[in-house]
């Protein structure tokens, strides 16, 4: 295919190279520099998708970012749904296809790299065009720390569209000296490919670097595909320009109408004649120069129809020896043509009225309605936006901190006036840094523009093709019309807001780059009141899509969260554990042996703990060391109970509650001085308890001389469990005194192990005998070893954390968060006995009193045991009451309550139920009902301890 | 995402910080003399204004110290810091 086309010289393409691709499954050709839509177009093509509602044919409609019709999918090198043509950088292999509206996701997983990098700045520069490169190089030329990112492969903006000529040679030969002068600069960062898409607040913005998504295939596999840039400014510039705004008018959507300064875009940069016979529609002066490059490149120009009464009376010349007629007081009111504009249907307007219209032969139609700043960083930082009524535009209002727009998105609309701007507002950066502007801070000079004449505000044309505005599209993207604005008007709403989510106008992909000023002028015509008063719809990032992908960056798979293991993690692994996530920790959940499914090897793990020994790695109790002259002081009041009783040697259990009286953690303190205290916290819960202690420290009690340390880190510990837990831990630790009156139930000894000091503890979390070992970590696998080795010929059994659950709750010891969810009470635990009644006062102490926590109809935990012997209740069952009939209550039946854990139990013979029962306590005796599967499963309720109630085994 | 400005460290990104709700609100001392109504002041009510609100902060992911600030809650804009220690600033 040739590209018939593609102008025979000009433009910033490489005709040496020729890049392969296929769109739809045609094979086409381009050049390095194309877009993807310069290169459809430079092969004829205009239509590209079918609209999201309509079905319409549509086609490229802008050069960049603020297309709104030429959706594509890329299908290789990767399948990526949602882009522009126009941002697609084209390259060898692509393949693409066009989309009517919705794209379909990639169902691969995506191979690439992304990354995110942090970088402080004084100025950041958004935008490298006339202004943002005069703002860059005056704030670079100062000394400033500087960025500057712009979304296009090459600087210069505007520049690249146009024939200006700075210093009397083409303005891109300063473009290239300029972007050399800053890459000089130490001190200057200049990303090209990436679009700055937020703007919040202190001068924060968040850029998306595309690094290799325009190699296609190419792109080395070291690279990130895309890199967020997290950058961090004393004062931003915002000097991204400004976005053509349409007129609309019936059948304003077909392909081949696009807006004017997109063709001169496509003509200077890309080398490509959008059509052959064109007519110009504009309601200013920047359309001429369209009309008039265009008409040399060769381009048959019909018409300019120019809306003003009196056109451009400055151009005209021009126009007359190009032999470009020139319609002034002329709209177009209408197209014809399906797959590709055939004809404009022009007519004179007057005095608003539009007179009868004749039709003129055209291939393309371009159209300009005036420029939009592009204030959508400005906006977003929260600058409040002014109208311009000359412009018909939103403008910049008032500086917001640190940041402020300059050049064409300031609404300055000449060149000279665009490097001045940004002169000027780098300076006012340098100012407040401060910094001295540098003395040799020259700016070229630009041509003088003609006098240009006031532009006019034009939002839409009369509908007079009889369709009532239903193809007079506002929003092309979502197939959004001048009869859906009147729809929603005439439906009451007020608010431009109320009006974009009732149209669904601005909503798409583009995100209204094109359609919301539009919107605000024809609501505000609907409604008889000034655009100011309409105002616009908040602008949001991001300023264009981003991916989910580049935002998670590296943060996905295994680096989504860190992941703990504790320091004999490479034994549970060569054992075979199966683990499972506790918070952030990784713990062995089970140890199966050949064959051995959850439950077996549970029931095997249980038994031959409650039968001789097993050990338990319980490293990721929380850990925390208190120390101080009131460390005492400090646990008797975040604990319920009596902590400064505590003798130095011994173990207390404590319950901590919050000031509302509900528990929030538990665990057991061990006293190791006078003036020092170890509190064990829940695996979860180590981080909150510490912060809730220091929380209380600073902010109630800052008089208290006392500190909190995790040590969570420093200490493992290995519960060694069972009624042979002490022939093993005697066996090991041969200079500590094992005997039951030497060393009690909680109490703790320090020993030595070759040398290393060791502190062991009667804490039992089963009900057997037990001893939790406490080693540095750095002797982790080596105590591991020895209590491995010396419980060998007891079959010394490794549990997870699977056992450890059934064992405790055979016990009735709650696992906070499990049993309890932030609405329950020491003594809805049945732990009244764990809630000192001699301390004057403790966190939680009042909240016991108030009426709704003594209430008897509470929900208290309890035992609960399928009568059936069989059936192993789903934890989060509810739990209900038939009537003494023996009938379920009519709808909607009460639920008492919900099973909180539930398991298998070795010992019982049988699977038993922790759980959560109003008034469950009197109810102990009773039968229950579980609701399951469409049955009922009758429940005895019982205590909540259900193995050992007296307690005979803890010494074993 | 602004800055916060801690007092013991300056300026930090505000993802450094967790909130602790209103200032001021001390723990009674003496819990056990008050009626069920004023212990549930303490404990469940707290002031929800538009505009300047003293409030605790934490600087949770840096040196793990609370301060308080006074915060326009309809601009988010931080007004003053203070350390516990020291009054309400008196701001303009």
Redesign the interface.
Same mark, same amino acid.
């Given at each position: 295919m040739t590209s018939t086309y593609r102008t025979a010289e000009g433009g910033r393409i490489d005709r040496s190279t020729t890049l392969g691709f296929t769109f739809d499954g045609e094979v086409l050709t381009g050049h390095p520099g194309d877009t993807l839509a310069s290169a459809l177009l430079a092969a004829g093509r205009h239509s590209i998708a079918t609209s999201v509602k309509l079905g319409r044919p549509r086609g490229v409609a802008g050069a960049w970012a603020e297309d709104p019709c030429g959706l594509v999918q890329i299908e290789e090198p990767f399948p990526e749904p949602m882009l522009l043509a126009t941002t697609v950088e084209l390259f060898d292999g692509l393949a693409a296809h066009g989309l009517p509206g919705q794209g379909r996701l990639a169902d691969v997983p995506d191979s690439a790299r992304y990354d995110a990098v942090h970088h402080h700045v004084d100025v950041l520069v958004i935008g490298a065009g006339p202004a943002g490169l005069a703002a860059a190089l005056t704030a670079a030329r100062a000394g400033a720390r500087v960025a500057l990112v712009d979304e296009q492969s090459e600087a210069g903006g505007s520049l690249l569209s146009g024939t200006d000529q700075l210093d009397g040679v083409p303005a891109t030969a300063w473009v290239e000296a300029a972007v050399q002068e800053l890459a000089g600069s130490p001190e200057v960062l200049h990303l090209q490919r990436t679009t700055a898409f937020g703007s919040?607040?202190?001068g924060?913005v968040l850029a998306l670097e595309r690094r290799t998504d325009h190699l296609g295939g190419a792109a080395p596999e070291h690279l990130s595909r895309q890199r967020v840039w997290r950058l961090r400014a004393r004062s931003v510039v915002v000097a991204t320009g400004a976005h053509e705004r349409p007129v609309v008018f019936a059948d304003n959507d077909r392909p081949g109408i696009m807006l004017a300064g997109a063709a001169r875009t496509f003509l200077h940069r890309y080398g490509v004649l959008p059509g052959r016979e064109a007519v110009v529609f504009t309601t200013n002066d920047s359309a001429y120069d369209a009309a008039l490059d265009l008409s040399r490149a060769g381009v048959r120009v019909q018409a300019v129809v120019d809306a003003r009464p009196d056109g451009a009376p400055h151009r005209r010349a021009e126009c007359d020896d190009a032999g470009i007629p020139v319609l002034p007081g002329s709209v177009v009111t209408g197209t014809r043509g399906v797959e590709r504009v055939t004809h404009a249907l022009v007519a004179p307007l007057a005095g608003g009225q539009v007179g009868p219209s004749s039709a003129v032969a055209c291939d393309l139609l371009l159209v300009s309605g005036g420029w939009n700043p592009a204030v959508h960083l400005y906006s977003q930082a929260r600058g409040r936006l002014r109208y311009d009524d000359e412009l018909g535009a939103f403008l910049p209002g008032d500086d917001v901190d640190g940041l402020a727009a300059a050049g064409a998105a300031a609404g300055v609309t000449d060149l000279a006036g665009c490097l001045a701007d940004g002169q000027r507002v780098a300076r006012a950066a340098l100012a407040s840094l401060p910094l001295e502007p540098a003395a040799d801070d020259r700016l070229p000079s630009a041509p003088e523009s003609g006098t240009p004449a006031a532009p006019m505000v034009l939002w839409r044309v009369p509908d007079t093709s009889g369709a009532e505005g239903t193809t007079s599209f506002v929003d092309l993207q979502r197939d959004a019309t001048v009869a859906d604005i009147a729809r929603a008007v005439g439906a009451g709403l007020r608010s431009i807001e109320h009006v974009k989510r009732y149209t669904t106008i601005g909503t798409a992909h583009d995100q209204g780059k094109t359609s919301g000023v539009l919107t605000s002028g024809i609501t505000a015509e609907l409604l008889g009141v000034p655009v100011r008063a309409t105002g616009t719809t908040t602008f949001r990032p991001p300023y264009t899509p981003v991916s989910f992908a580049a935002l998670a960056g590296r943060d996905r798979g295994r680096l989504f969260d860190p992941e703990r293991v504790t320091a004999v993690h490479g034994w549970h692994v060569a054992q075979g554990a199966v683990f499972e996530d506790v918070g952030q920790w990784v713990r062995p959940r089970y140890y199966p042996q050949p064959g051995e499914d959850m439950d077996a090897a549970v029931l095997r793990e249980c038994a031959a703990v409650r039968s001789s020994v097993g050990i338990l790695d319980g490293s990721t109790l929380g850990k925390i060391d208190v120390q101080g002259p009131d460390a005492a002081v400090l646990l008797d009041r975040v604990y319920t109970n009596l902590m400064s009783s505590l003798e130095v040697g011994s173990v207390r259990y404590g319950v901590m509650c919050g000031? %509302?009286g509900m528990v929030i953690d538990d665990g057991t303190v061990l006293r190791l001085a006078e003036d020092r205290f170890l509190a064990l916290t829940t695996t979860g819960g180590a981080a909150k308890v510490l912060?809730w202690m220091?929380?209380w420290v600073?902010?109630?009690w @800052?008089e208290l001389r006392v500190h909190c340390t995790s040590v969570t880190e420093q200490w493992v510990t290995f519960p060694v469990v069972g009624p042979r837990s002490r022939d093993v831990i005697g066996a090991v630790f041969p200079g500590v005194d094992v005997a039951n009156e030497a060393f009690p139930f909680m109490a703790w000894r320090d020993t030595t192990l070759d040398g290393v000091p060791v502190r062991l503890a009667r804490i039992s979390f089963s009900g057997e005998l037990a001893y939790e070992v406490y080693v540095n970590a750095w002797y982790a696998t080596a105590v591991w070893t020895r209590l491995i080795d010396a419980g060998r010929r007891f079959g010394i059994t490794p549990y997870g954390t699977e056992t450890m659950h059934v064992l405790r709750a055979e016990k009735g010891y709650p696992i906070i968060g499990q049993d309890t969810d932030g609405t329950v009470t020491p003594h809805d635990l049945g732990m009244a006995w764990a809630v000192s009644k001699k301390k @004057? %006062?403790f966190i939680g102490?009042?909240?016991f009193?108030? @009426?709704a926590n003594t209430d008897p109809r509470r929900k208290q935990l309890v035992g609960l045991l399928p009568t059936d012997g069989r059936t192993v209740l789903p934890e989060g069952s509810q739990i209900v009451e038939l009537h003494p009939d023996g009938v379920l209550p009519p709808p909607p039946v009460p639920m008492l309550g919900h099973v909180t854990s539930s398991y298998r139990s070795a010992e019982l013979g049988r699977p038993f139920a922790l759980a959560l029962v109003r008034a469950g306590r009197s109810r102990i005796g009773e039968t229950l009902h579980v609701p399951l599967a469409g049955s009922l499963v009758p429940v005895e309720v019982t205590a909540s301890v259900l193995v050992d109630p007296e307690g005979a085994r803890r010494d074993g | 995402?602004?800055?916060i400005a801690c007092p013991w460290c300056g $300026?930090r990104e505000e993802v450094e910080f967790s909130y602790?709700g209103q200032a001021h609100v $001390?723990? $009674?001392a &003496? $819990? &056990?003399d008050?009626s069920?109504e004023e212990? &549930?002041h303490?404990?469940?009510f707290r002031a929800n204004p538009k505009g300047r609100f003293a409030e605790?902060w934490?600087h949770?992911a840096g040196c793990?110290?609370?301060f308080n600030a006074v915060r326009d809650t309809a601009t988010?804009r931080f007004e003053a810091v203070y350390r516990?220690?020291e009054p309400r600033p008196v701001t303009p």
């Open positions: 919040y607040d202190d924060f000031v %509302d912060d220091e929380e600073q902010t109630e @800052p @004057p %006062d102490k009042r909240s009193a108030r @009426p | 995402m602004q800055l $300026p602790g $001390p723990h $009674p &003496a $819990p &056990a008050l069920d212990w &549930a303490y404990v469940f605790r934490n949770s793990r110290r609370w988010y516990l220690d």
